[in-house]
């Protein structure tokens, strides 16, 4: 569980980060806050999810190496790494290296909070079950 700040214009909105948290094993060393898809010939393990029609495991919620346990978030308010510039209520689909992205394809769910630039952090409503 955790609490994610953002302040814009002066106004500063705290959104609560918990929901549905499984531990699942990296198949390669995985980034915290990025989207992530189940490896299609590994034993229930995890790897950046990097294709709008990737099914997506969820969202890591810290960061490990290759066979390290990894919180993987799949429902709620999710904190996760831009790719690039994002609006709110931009759908989110996976981008390079699991980071948000937006565009047609497999929904993530909904951007909350707004990106400017590579490497900044938003909030994304998962939608997806």
């Known amino acids: 569980m955790g609490v994610y700040a953002v302040?814009?214009?002066?106004?500063?909105?705290?959104?609560?980060?918990?929901?549905?948290?499984?531990?699942?094993?990296?198949a390669d060393d995985i980034a915290q806050y990025r989207i992530v898809k189940l490896l299609s010939t590994g034993d229930h393990t995890i790897v950046y999810a990097t294709d709008a029609t990737d099914i997506y495991a969820g969202v890591t919620l810290c960061g490990g190496d290759i066979g390290d346990l990894l919180d993987c978030q799949q429902g709620g308010l999710a904190i996760?790494?831009?790719?690039?510039?994002?609006?709110?209520?931009?759908?989110?689909?996976?981008g390079a290296a699991g980071r948000a992205a937006t565009g047609?394809?497999?929904?993530?769910?909904?951007?909350?909070?707004?990106?400017?630039?590579?490497?900044?952090?938003?909030?994304?409503?998962?939608?997806q079950g």
């Open 7 to 26: 302040t814009k214009n002066v106004v500063t909105q705290t959104y609560k980060v918990d929901a549905s948290v499984t531990p699942v094993a990296g």
């Open 104 to 127: 047609a394809g497999v929904r993530l769910g909904q951007a909350v909070t707004a990106a400017a630039v590579l490497g900044d952090l938003i909030v994304v409503q998962i939608d």
């Open 80 to 94: 996760v790494e831009a790719g690039g510039a994002i609006a709110v209520n931009d759908p989110i689909i996976a």
